[in-house]
Nanobody
């Protein structure tokens, strides 16, 4: 029932931009945190950025700070990741995921285990 689909990946030159989309269905969108994660070849999966569509709080990890922006369109139950000034080290499969979030107890975080995952979309940044 819970579905998340990442899209928008592709091949881009160093310094270019991409906007990834995470379309969701099958759950109460505003009751969950939505996060972007990525995995490069030979590397551990790492968090990129997470957001609460309910309270609007965000969590940007080091690789994303200053270059990436996460946002949500609650009417479309969709989360976006705008990626600017892309670098070859950004090359990875990007996944979006959802985790139950309780607004009022703090702010959203990427540090927890996210329960629901999509299939991912490949981003390749050429050098």
């Amino acid at each position: 029932e819970v579905q998340l689909q990442a899209s928008g990946g592709g091949l881009v030159q160093t310094g270019g931009s991409l906007r990834l989309s995470c379309t969701t269905s099958g759950f109460t969108f505003e009751d969950y945190a939505i996060g972007w994660f990525r995995q490069a070849p030979g590397e551990e999966r790492q968090a990129v950025s997470c957001i609460s569509p309910n309270d609007g709080t965000t969590d940007y990890r080091d690789a994303a700070k200053g270059r990436f922006t996460i946002s949500s369109d609650n009417a479309r139950t969709t989360v976006y990741l705008q990626m600017n000034n892309l670098k070859p080290e950004d090359t990875a499969v990007y996944y979006c995921a959802a985790d139950r979030y309780y607004s009022g107890l703090g702010r959203v975080s990427c540090q927890y285990e996210y329960d629901f995952w999509g299939q991912g979309t490949l981003v390749t940044v050429s050098s």
